[in-house]
């Protein structure tokens, strides 16, 4: 590994005082400088932000270097570097990457290396999502916090701050310096399927204050913060992923709802902004996504709202961007919008030469693109990238999941768990009475690498708080056979504990619940992703939500029904009615204790 000083001399002199405090601009001349130096093709590169497979920079599985050669051309990480020169490199479980805490620091040290020993080398953005709940890159050991839901329920800006303080130094103790996180969409559409829990809820104010407390948090620990999806992506039906969503939002909506969070990012002096593959009539009606409208990213983002951080695309293979215009188009488009850095092209190979030709072909001038250089460069200068890029396995063992952060987890989950429903108090359970525990319900695939599944989770709390508790899954549509098997099951317990996940009218899950209902059994229900589900089951004497099926939520959600804590949450968004929607059967703020 290249030394401290071999570093300080690749980046051509750029010192310490450059990469820590000051002001966002200090020291220009010094980037200018390093900017005035690169190639065409190295100014290109710096502004993309490319996934690749495999745990090493250098020696991939060769399953991993088959894929790169497949979608890259390239066999590993440090090729890909030495080729397109991009100045950021994206983290995913599925490209293999986030393997355990040693080798994801082995693998950023790798990354870095490849970069910093080219001519001009230059250190790189290591990025990942690592949102916490459902949205997660780097599972356990790691220490895993509630999603943001969960913090929304929990109220507390202070766990917002610590969860990105914790959150943050254990990412950059692995060599992960960007994370795109936090989530700062205001969650009004209970029929969202790509962003609900993702969301701290539905009150803009509420969300705004937690959004800027955990950028607070991130950045103490020298990770930059990405609010994500501007201008708002809380109210929508379509997933962007696949289809190509319309905000209907008024002007004035918009400033009054989705505007919000992204200004108090925005005061709290965020690193990155991430847009939207969106359209939003209201503030661009010629049709384009958000990602690429230069209304929207220049006269909104850095005009009206006076940001001049970094602005970073949504993935650029997903639908949402790619519907009205070419994979070659695209990337140009978002450049002339504003935008800093291209994240993840479905081809590397045509997005990183459309930008090439679109500058030598006039198009772009050289001058546009030093200027989200100089952004980029500035960040990495203000994270210390230029004094040292590198991490050690010591710091990981010293950082990562250490007693002290996973307790912190637990505490704040503590603090999360929302009572909906407790009718004649059958919450907390008694062990006297109720010391026989089956767990069923729905086990979907842990969103963060944890243990899982959620019946196994919550039956092993249980039993952690002295219930004799049985685990039985049921999945997210059981079957008549599996329905039977759970009522056959119940008559042996005192009292059964179900797992729902976003269950709609005509449900299986709804069947499950109202057969076991049907036992005489009491029945508590534990809705793990969207607290919807209690409007489809108004029957069920108990009803908690925990937000997410991750370890930390589901532990404190059995604490909270062995009665060990007292549950503290308040719904962050409202619940409708199931027969008349336009009906509130639980309002903002609602959440019942004992």
């Known amino acids: 590994m290249p030394s401290r000083r071999t570093v300080l001399a690749a980046t051509m002199g750029v010192t310490a005082s450059l990469a820590v405090g000051g002001t966002a601009h200090a020291d220009d001349t010094r980037l200018r400088s390093l900017i005035s130096r690169m190639t065409l093709p190295e100014k290109v590169g710096q502004l993309f932000v490319m996934r690749v497979y495999g745990h090493s920079a250098t020696a991939p599985d060769q399953a991993d270097i088959d894929a790169n050669l497949s979608e890259i051309g390239v066999r590993t990480a440090a090729e890909l570097i030495a080729k397109y020169r991009v100045g950021g490199i994206i983290y995913f479980t599925w490209a293999h990457n986030t393997r355990d805490p040693h080798q994801i620091a082995d693998l950023s040290n790798g990354i870095q290396k490849a970069s910093l020993s080219q001519p001009r080398g230059l250190p790189v953005l290591v990025a990942t999502d690592q949102e916490h709940g459902i949205v997660c890159r780097i599972g356990a050991p790691a220490t895993l916090f509630p999603g943001a839901?969960?913090?929304?329920?929990?109220?507390?800006?202070?766990?917002?701050?610590?969860?990105?303080?914790?959150?943050?130094?254990?990412?950059?103790?692995m060599g992960v310096n960007q994370d795109y996180s936090p989530d700062a969409d205001v969650n009004v559409n209970p029929a969202n399927p790509v962003i609900g829990v993702r969301s701290f809820g539905a009150d803009p104010n509420a969300v705004a204050g937690l959004v800027a407390a955990e950028v607070q948090g991130y950045q103490s620990s020298q990770v930059a913060a990405t609010a994500k999806h501007f201008p708002?992506?809380?109210?929508?039906?379509?997933?962007?992923?696949?289809?190509?969503?319309?905000?209907?939002?008024?002007?004035?909506?918009?400033?009054?709802?989705?505007?919000?969070?992204?200004?108090?990012?925005?005061?709290?002096?965020?690193?990155?902004?991430?847009?939207?593959?969106?359209?939003?009539?209201?503030?661009?009606?010629?049709?384009?996504?958000?990602?690429?409208?230069?209304?929207?990213?220049?006269?909104?983002?850095?005009?009206?709202?006076?940001?001049?951080?970094?602005?970073?695309?949504?993935?650029?293979?997903?639908?949402?961007?790619?519907?009205?215009?070419?994979?070659?188009?695209?990337?140009?488009?978002?450049?002339?919008?504003?935008?800093?850095?291209?994240?993840?092209?479905?081809?590397?190979?045509?997005?990183?030469?459309?930008?090439?030709?679109?500058?030598?072909?006039?198009?772009?001038?050289?001058?546009?693109?030093?200027?989200?250089?100089?952004?980029?460069?500035?960040?990495?200068?203000?994270?210390g990238l230029f004094?040292?890029?590198?991490?050690?396995?010591?710091?990981?063992?010293?950082?990562?999941?250490?007693?002290?952060?996973?307790?912190?987890?637990?505490?704040?989950?503590?603090?999360?768990?929302?009572?909906?429903?407790?009718?004649?108090?059958?919450?907390?359970?008694?062990?006297?009475?109720?010391?026989?525990?089956?767990?069923?319900?729905?086990?979907?695939?842990?969103?963060?690498?944890?243990?899982?599944?959620?019946?196994?989770?919550?039956?092993?709390?249980?039993?952690?708080?002295?219930?004799?508790?049985?685990?039985?899954?049921?999945?997210?549509a059981p079957s008549a056979a599996t329905v039977a098997k759970a009522v056959t099951a119940a008559g042996a317990a005192d009292a059964v504990v179900v797992a729902t996940y976003n269950v709609t009218a005509a449900d299986a899950q709804k069947t499950l619940v109202e057969r076991l209902l049907a036992t005489g059994k009491p029945v508590v229900a534990v809705a793990v992703r969207n607290p919807y589900d209690v409007a489809q089951l108004p029957a069920v004497s108990a009803y908690l939500a925990s937000y997410s099926w991750t370890d930390v939520e589901l532990r404190a959600a059995a604490r909270v029904i062995a009665g060990r804590v007292r549950p503290r949450g308040r719904l962050p968004v409202a619940v409708q009615r199931a027969d008349d929607p336009t009906q509130v059967l639980y309002p903002v703020g609602h959440g019942l204790s004992y």
């Open 149 to 173: 839901m969960a913090i929304g329920a929990g109220g507390s800006r202070g766990d917002a701050r610590t969860l990105g303080r914790i959150s943050g130094a254990e990412l950059r103790a």
């Open 232 to 383: 708002g992506h809380g109210d929508t039906a379509v997933d962007s992923h696949f289809g190509f969503p319309v905000i209907t939002h008024s002007r004035e909506v918009w400033e009054a709802l989705d505007a919000v969070p992204f200004r108090a990012a925005v005061k709290a002096g965020i690193d990155s902004i991430m847009t939207a593959h969106i359209m939003v009539p209201a503030l661009d009606d010629s049709g384009d996504p958000a990602t690429l409208s230069h209304p929207i990213v220049t006269g909104v983002l850095r005009g009206e709202l006076g940001y001049d951080g970094v602005v970073i695309t949504d993935a650029l293979g997903m639908e949402g961007v790619r519907q009205k215009y070419g994979d070659d188009r695209v990337p140009v488009l978002a450049l002339k919008a504003g935008v800093d850095q291209l994240l993840n092209p479905p081809s590397l190979d045509v997005a990183w030469n459309a930008v090439l030709k679109a500058v030598r072909g006039g198009e772009l001038t050289e001058a546009r693109l030093d200027e989200s250089i100089l952004r980029v460069l500035r960040l990495k200068a203000r994270l």
């Open 387 to 476: 004094e040292d890029a590198y991490v050690s396995r010591a710091g990981v063992d010293r950082t990562v999941g250490t007693p002290a952060h996973l307790a912190a987890a637990d505490r704040i989950a503590e603090r999360t768990t929302t009572l909906l429903v407790n009718s004649a108090g059958l919450l907390p359970l008694s062990r006297r009475t109720h010391g026989k525990v089956l767990v069923v319900g729905a086990d979907p695939a842990s969103p963060t690498g944890t243990t899982g599944p959620p019946t196994g989770v919550l039956a092993s709390a249980l039993g952690e708080s002295g219930f004799t508790a049985t685990a039985l899954s049921t999945g997210t």
